[in-house]
């Protein structure tokens, strides 16, 4: 590859006084003279960006003051410097070259391309299901415009483009592109034929149950840690304390700065099973995960074909899936026995516009023959592309030709990569649900450790108030005999050993909740607060608790909102096709 561009290099003559600059233009072969060529050349960082003119008079004087010295044939001696003041400083090409790409690299690795291994989302995923709970779309709220969400998006979270953000909102609420989406979409939100979504400020949007549900059901709670965002004016989560592995559930997709992310969706219910295997028996073999999720499961359907790319997949984090789009064979004229072909589902991430316009081509072309017309039924109610065989045409030949010529068969590349630990790392099944595993305990215990402080300070209290309402003439007559409210207070504490919270609950305390009636609700919140302490205490005290509790909380995220699979599985030879399966043999 060649390069046409330029590049204008500042260097620096060694003995010299002068700074020059030369653009040389470099060529396929210009690297290596160039390099022999200037091989006494100090190459430089780029100069800072040009600071306004000072007064004539300035200038002169800093020009005299300036940090130069003489050197010994009176040449001017450059100082090395840090680049602070403003000078250019000297530093190696490749060096800069390789440090600076580095930092783009990981900059886009962690910040835009792949998706962290915890909540399986990406940074703009994140930010959007946030502002979105920020500004309080509900599943059950009213739609508000997708332009409000952007906006609250980018002024507070992410400061990239619109369109990126209004895009990826857009795949979240698609139906077949996510196999259980995160956003519900009012309006145009695009279609499988390629049609785009109507613009922002037509649309409209809120949260599904599920997000709330499974994403942020636990983040008011301590759950996961929070970062400024970029101007340091708001927080924003670094997490979202995923109860289920939605990178599986979802899948992801993404293309980075030398590596990429392929990851299939798969079935809730499955996804659940798999996890409760793996919960309790940590050895468990990939045989027998797979006995519980046999594969992926894709929204728009289709057949799996064999299973030996799904196997490689799971267990190396990298694998080939070939699927096939599912067909019927429907009879149109019993008299003259002539017969369609009915699609009815085809390949993830196919377009059905692009399919029906090849497969028309390829008759045009008379590359594919048997078929005498063509047309898209679809409708709400589901896909139905009719394909009419000429009379005397073999189904099934004209089947394995569709396969092999256009993508009613295709293949999914598996490369399962995400973000742990602050690192970009291709991970298998067992390896990826183990590192999701961990995260969840690590929610769990931090939301349960945040529940039991919150029901000790209030017990606390609640002691106090019970307290002063069995000696409520004694409260009565300190607080009177008080001059000021430190006074009472500090009276309440020494009178019936009180810390400074429960005499200051006391104080604030309303004359209605004085009654009998009241005090009794008091003793009861103090017995409730102290059977939940028990029970958080004990939770806190073992893995194994922490564990069934995940467990628990997951088989209710199945029960509420598992589907039936929707992409089949057949046992065969992974799609390959033979030359007696593409021609007819007349006997």
């Known amino acids: 590859m060649s390069l046409s561009s330029t590049i204008r290099l500042s260097y620096l003559f060694l003995g010299h006084n002068a700074t020059r600059t030369r653009s040389l233009p470099l060529g396929p072969t210009s690297f290596l003279s160039l390099r022999q060529g200037l091989s006494g050349l100090r190459f430089c960082s780029a100069i800072p960006p040009r600071k306004s003119p000072k007064p004539v008079k300035a200038r002169r004087r800093a020009e005299e003051t300036d940090g130069e010295e003489q050197g010994g044939n009176g040449s001017l ?17 490749h060096k800069e070259a390789t440090e600076a790409y580095m930092s783009y690299a990981m900059s886009v690795l962690l910040g835009r391309a792949l998706p962290d291994v915890r ?59 996510l196999r259980f989406p995160l956003i519900q979409g009012h309006g145009n939100f695009g279609s499988l034929d390629g049609d785009p979504a109507a613009a922002m400020r037509y649309t409209e949007c809120r949260l599904e149950a599920l997000s709330e ?62 996890l409760c295997v793996l919960i309790h028996n940590p050895e468990a073999t990939l045989q027998e995960l ?13 057949i799996i074909m064999g299973n030996l790319g799904i196997l490689e997949a799971y267990r190396t984090g990298r694998g080939r899936i070939i699927v096939r789009g599912k067909t019927d064979l429907e009879l149109l004229d019993s008299k003259t026995k002539r017969t369609a072909v009915i699609i009815k589902e085809i390949p993830y991430q196919t ?30 109610s589901g896909m139905r592309i009719v394909i009419e065989l000429k009379r005397g045409a073999d189904p099934s030949i004209i089947l394995n030709n569709l396969y092999r010529l256009t993508a009613l068969q295709s293949s999914f590349s598996c490369n399962m990569v995400g973000i742990l630990d602050g690192q970009p790392k291709q991970m298998g099944l067992k390896e990826l649900l183990q590192a999701f595993l961990d995260f969840r305990c690590s929610v769990v215990e931090r939301r349960a450790s945040f529940k039991l402080s919150q029901a000790q300070q209030r017990r606390h209290i609640v002691e106090g108030i019970v307290v002063g309402l069995d000696n409520l003439d004694e409260v009565i007559r300190v607080i009177r005999e008080a001059a000021s409210n430190s006074a009472a207070s500090a009276g309440l504490m020494s009178e019936f050993n009180l810390s400074e919270k429960q005499a200051d609950a006391i104080l604030d305390i309303n004359l209605r909740r004085l009654t009998l009636l009241e005090g009794k609700k008091f003793v009861d919140e103090s017995k409730s607060l102290a059977e939940q302490i028990s029970k958080l205490e004990e939770l806190l005290s073992s893995r194994k608790h922490i564990l069934q509790l995940i467990e628990q909380e997951a088989n209710e995220l199945k029960s509420k909102f598992s589907s039936p699979r929707r992409s089949a599985l057949e046992d065969s030879d992974g799609g390959q096709l033979f030359m007696r399966d593409l021609l007819r043999y007349d006997k």
């Open 77 to 93: 001696l450059v100082k090395e410097s840090d680049g602070r003041d403003g000078r250019v400083v000297p530093t190696e090409l």
């Open 119 to 177: 909540d399986g989302l990406k940074p703009v995923h994140r930010r959007i299901l946030f502002a979105m709970h920020e500004l309080g779309l509900a599943s059950r709220k009213p739609f508000k415009k997708c332009a409000r969400v952007v906006g609250e998006v980018l002024g507070k979270f992410h400061p990239h483009g619109d369109t990126a953000v209004y895009d990826s909102l857009v795949r979240m609420s698609q139906d077949f592109s």
């Open 213 to 274: 549900a499974m994403l942020l059901a636990d983040l008011e709670l301590d759950t996961v840690d929070f970062a400024p965002n970029f101007d340091n004016s708001q927080k924003e989560p670094s997490l979202l304390p995923a109860r289920l592995p939605n990178l599986l559930l979802n899948g992801s997709a993404g293309i980075a700065v030398g590596m990429a992310t392929n990851i299939p969706p798969h079935n809730l219910g499955e996804l659940v099973d798999v």
């Open 290 to 302: 797979l006995e519980y999720m046999p594969g992926p499961d894709f929204p728009t359907g289709g």
């Open 351 to 380: 377009n059905k516009s692009s399919l029906v316009e090849k497969i028309a081509e390829l008759v045009e072309n008379k590359s594919l023959d048997g078929i005498s017309d063509i047309r898209d039924e679809s409708d709400r």
